[in-house]
């Protein structure tokens, strides 16, 4: 006996398929999951269907979390074209590659999403396990490595087993962009991402524009933000080698559940209150008024005080009546011209963040010598 139910929550609708056998957690080839049916991760945490965001009729492939209301949606497959009806089917293909059709009768579908999977699998089957990630394994190997990922291909949230940062094998990127708005999943203007430009660094971008940033990784966090390794919920780490450089975190308990959102350009960590069935934000990305890019401009020191910016020892406003108005973007110049003589000397500045790194370099230094 099977029951069909429609669910209508706050932040996304939902075709719910209920039936009295035991969930499954992933598809073979040759089993495509219908509008209306979806797939459950082995310990609950998450589930995979079609649904329609916030006010919208369209339909998405996504994934949630399935005990928590409102629906929070945490992957979006194809965020940039919809489908309009219940037409949507799921499938992966024999060869492991993940599509997403559109149209009721078989002769009428069209292809509106692919995974676009390099590796081809004899024996391939989709899974969606219970850290959120969609995996494509061939089931004929030792489902060690993945041949596809959706933790590869992050949205708007960033997932504890995540790797935030840059593959300098394949040169893929993985970076959190906003929704262009609760009802559209699709790319908008805010973008998180690890620049590996010199020294590596977090920055918030709105279009080509940098917003905000985040010093660099200094061994425990990053300069200017709280220290992650230290605290009971979870475990920080910062890699960077040959092959990858990444940012990532794991939770020190299954218990706990937590994400960090780019809805805008203030990207939050949000845990999950079991007690009273809500989203509690943990921290802020951007810390203070000093993580915004460039607030002082060059030469400008920013600090939580008020007013934020100053000029460094030497320095004064470029102009004056843009700085005093609360303008600080041109920053400072010289007093008096640079002319380096036996007097110079250079003046320590402790307790701050680094500058922008972009264009930093480093070079070995051999001490035997």
């Known amino acids: 006996m099977v029951v069909y139910l429609i669910?209508?929550?706050?932040?996304?609708?939902?075709?719910?398929?209920?039936?009295?056998?035991?969930?499954?957690?992933?598809?073979?080839?040759?089993?495509?999951?219908?509008?209306?049916?979806?797939?459950?991760?082995?310990?609950?945490?998450?589930?995979?269907?079609?649904?329609?965001?916030?006010?919208?009729?369209?339909?998405?492939?996504?994934?949630?979390y399935k005990k928590i209301s409102p629906c929070t949606v945490v992957w979006v497959a194809n965020r940039h074209t919809p489908i309009t009806d219940a037409s949507g089917v799921f499938e992966v293909t024999t060869d492991g590659i993940l599509l997403i059709h559109s149209g009721i009768s078989i002769g009428n579908r069209s292809v509106i999403w692919s995974s676009n999977s390099t590796i081809l699998s004899v024996n391939?089957?989709?899974?969606?396990?219970?850290?959120?990630?969609?995996?494509?394994?061939?089931?004929?190997?030792?489902?060690?490595?993945?041949?596809?990922?959706?933790?590869?291909?992050?949205?708007?949230?960033?997932?504890?087993?995540?790797?935030?940062?840059?593959?300098?094998?394949?040169?893929?990127?993985?970076?959190?962009?906003?929704?262009?708005?609760?009802?559209?999943?699709?790319?908008?203007?805010?973008?998180?991402?690890?620049?590996?430009?010199?020294?590596?660094?977090?920055?918030?971008?709105?279009?080509?524009?940098?917003?905000?940033?985040?010093g660099p990784w200094h061994g425990l966090g990053f300069r200017g933000f709280a220290l992650e390794n230290t605290n009971p919920i979870l475990y920080a780490?910062?890699?960077v080698n040959d092959k990858e450089i990444y940012y990532g975190v794991k939770l020190k308990s299954s218990v706990i559940l937590r994400r960090v959102m780019m809805n805008d350009g203030n990207p939050r960590q949000l845990n999950w209150i079991q007690r009273t069935q809500e989203w509690v934000m943990y921290g802020?990305?951007?810390?203070?008024?000093?993580?915004?890019?460039?607030?002082?401009?060059?030469?400008?020191?920013?600090?939580?005080?008020?007013?934020?910016?100053?000029?460094?020892?030497?320095?004064?406003?470029?102009?004056?009546?843009?700085?005093?108005?609360?303008?600080?973007?041109?920053?400072?110049?010289?007093?008096?011209?640079?002319n380096c003589g036996t007097r110079d000397v250079f003046h320590k500045i402790s307790g701050v963040k680094f500058p922008d790194t972009q264009r930093s370099w480093c070079r070995q230094i051999d001490y035997n010598k």
């Open 7 to 64: 669910l209508v929550l706050l932040s996304c609708t939902i075709f719910f398929f209920v039936s009295y056998s035991n969930a499954v957690d992933s598809v073979s080839a040759n089993q495509p999951i219908i509008d209306g049916n979806t797939i459950v991760s082995y310990g609950e945490t998450y589930e995979l269907g079609f649904f329609s965001p916030g006010k919208s009729k369209n339909r998405y492939l996504g994934i949630w």
């Open 237 to 239: 780490e910062f890699t």
């Open 124 to 214: 391939p089957v989709a899974q969606l396990l219970d850290t959120g990630n969609l995996v494509v394994w061939d089931e004929s190997s030792n489902k060690e490595n993945p041949i596809w990922q959706s933790f590869d291909y992050p949205g708007d949230t960033f997932l504890p087993g995540m790797k935030f940062g840059k593959d300098l094998i394949t040169g893929r990127e993985r970076y959190l962009t906003s929704w262009k708005s609760p009802d559209d999943p699709s790319v908008g203007e805010y973008k998180l991402w690890l620049d590996t430009n010199g020294y590596p660094q977090i920055f918030v971008v709105k279009g080509l524009v940098r917003h905000s940033r985040l």
């Open 284 to 338: 802020n990305i951007v810390v203070d008024s000093c993580s915004y890019y460039g607030r002082c401009g060059p030469y400008g020191i920013c600090s939580i005080e008020l007013p934020p910016c100053r000029c460094m020892e030497g320095f004064e406003p470029r102009v004056s009546e843009d700085w005093n108005g609360g303008d600080w973007s041109l920053g400072c110049q010289r007093r008096k011209p640079l």
